[in-house]
Nanobody, 121 residues
Framework: QVQLVESGGGLVQPGGSLRLSCAAS????????MGWYRETPGKQRELVAAITHGGSTNYAESAKGRFTISRDNAKNRVYLQMNSLKPEDTAVYYC???????????????WGQGTQVTVSS
């Protein structure tokens, strides 16, 4: 059994910054791509940013220049540094990872429980 646990969400004023963290735990052989998604009521969950095991990154247009994704492979963690936050960034942010289990060496598409980010004055 593997799981992802996010932290770091909260309330921030427009123009402010937040850093989200996500830790993977359980019997892990390796982790391929890790990413952050966000969801707002009435809208489909969307990719914010993703990073491969080797460090290649991919960003949504709305995140480019403001958000930075990074990961610590030794600690099985992924981070999302969010700067210059806007009210439209308000959403529940979910961590996602393609985790290869140490039990059966199968790959599992794993989601965290989500963390609320609210950008408001």
């Amino acid at each position: 059994q593997v799981q992802l646990v996010e932290s770091g969400g909260g309330l921030v004023q427009p123009g402010g910054s937040l850093r989200l963290s996500c830790a993977a735990s359980g019997s892990i052989f390796s982790i391929n791509t890790m990413g952050w998604y966000r969801e707002t009521p009435g809208k489909q969950r969307e990719l914010v940013a993703a990073i491969t095991h080797g460090g290649s990154t991919n960003y949504a247009e709305s995140a480019k220049g403001r958000f930075t994704i990074s990961r610590d492979n030794a600690k099985n963690r992924v981070y999302l540094q969010m700067n210059s936050l806007k009210p439209e960034d308000t959403a529940v942010y979910y961590c996602n990872a393609d985790i290869v289990s140490g039990v059966d060496l199968m790959s599992y598409d794993t989601w965290g429980q989500g963390t609320q980010v609210t950008v408001s004055s």
